[in-house]
């Protein structure tokens, strides 16, 4: 069954698996990342711009990171809980869930901005 609605679903998810793998969502590029935190202004091979020059631009990134960074240690929690239930060790968890809720912004904050732009140029395709 062919529609035509199949290239453009094949499309999203490949700008979807490149972003997650910390790429260029149009063309999949590597080097877009200057540094762990930092995107270049836009992409070296398809100069795609990274920035729609709005002041608020990234705010949707900023919440995607706070949804994702905190759903992390919820969910070690609870499985965690879980599988040691009788008898959980609430110290470790306690420990464990703090560590977690303070790191998974960081260590996220890239994913979830070229997520961002994923989505964006999903929803609201630009030529440059």
């Known amino acids: 069954m062919t529609t035509s609605a199949q290239p453009a679903e094949q499309t999203a998810w490949r700008s979807i698996s490149r972003a ?3 790429r260029c969502p149009r063309c999949g590029a590597t080097d877009v990342w200057s540094s762990f935190l930092r995107i270049r202004p836009e992409c070296p091979h398809c100069g795609l711009r990274f ?3 709005e002041s608020d631009y990234f705010y949707g990134a900023y919440l995607l990171n706070f ?8 969910v070690v929690f609870v499985v965690a809980l ?13 420990a ?16 979830t901005k070229a997520l961002w732009l994923a989505l964006d140029l999903i929803f609201r395709p630009r030529a440059n």
Do not use: F
Request: aromatic letters at 6%; glycine letters at 2%.
């Open 20 to 22: 997650i793998r910390r």
């Open 51 to 53: 920035d729609r020059g």
């Open 67 to 74: 949804v994702a960074a905190e759903l992390v240690p919820v």
């Open 82 to 94: 879980i599988v040691t239930w009788p008898s959980p060790p609430w110290n470790l968890l306690t």
């Open 96 to 111: 464990v869930t703090v560590v977690l809720a303070i790191l998974a912004p960081i260590l996220l904050y890239p994913t």
